[in-house]
């Protein structure tokens, strides 16, 4: 079993900063995507941004250059820091990662349970 664990959302104004985390803990032999997505209300989830066990980033076009992703490979964790944040970026972030629990096992791919992020002056 595998748990994914978020963090670090919140209100803020726009322009403003926020970093959410997400810790993946269980049976893990290899984590070979991790990263976020994101849904508003009415609309549907989209990617935000993924890192692959390579350290090959993909982000979303509305996010480029504002948000950056990065993991910590000793803690099984993504940190997603998010600047100059707008209205349009309220969501609920989930996280996402793609994780084989043993060698010779397909890998599976795993949801937190959300964390709201509200920009809003």
């Known amino acids: 079993q595998v748990h994914l664990v978020e963090s670090g959302g919140g209100s803020v104004q726009p322009g403003e900063s926020l970093t959410l985390s997400c810790a993946a803990s269980?049976?893990?032999?290899?984590?070979?995507?991790m990263g976020w997505y994101r849904q508003a209300p009415g609309k549907q989830r989209e990617l935000v941004a993924l890192?692959?066990?390579?350290?090959?980033?993909n982000y979303a076009d509305s996010v480029k250059g504002r948000f950056t992703l990065s993991r910590d490979n000793a803690k099984n964790t993504v940190y997603l820091q998010m600047h100059s944040l707008q209205p349009e970026d309220t969501a609920i972030y989930y996280c996402?990662?793609?994780?084989?629990?043993?060698?010779?096992?397909?890998?599976?791919?795993?949801w937190g349970q959300g964390t709201q992020v509200t920009v809003s002056s």
């Open positions: 269980g049976r893990i032999a290899v984590i070979n995507v």
């Open positions: 996402n990662a793609v994780i084989r629990s043993a060698w010779g096992e397909s890998p599976y791919a795993y």
């Open positions: 890192i692959t066990n390579r350290d090959n980033t």
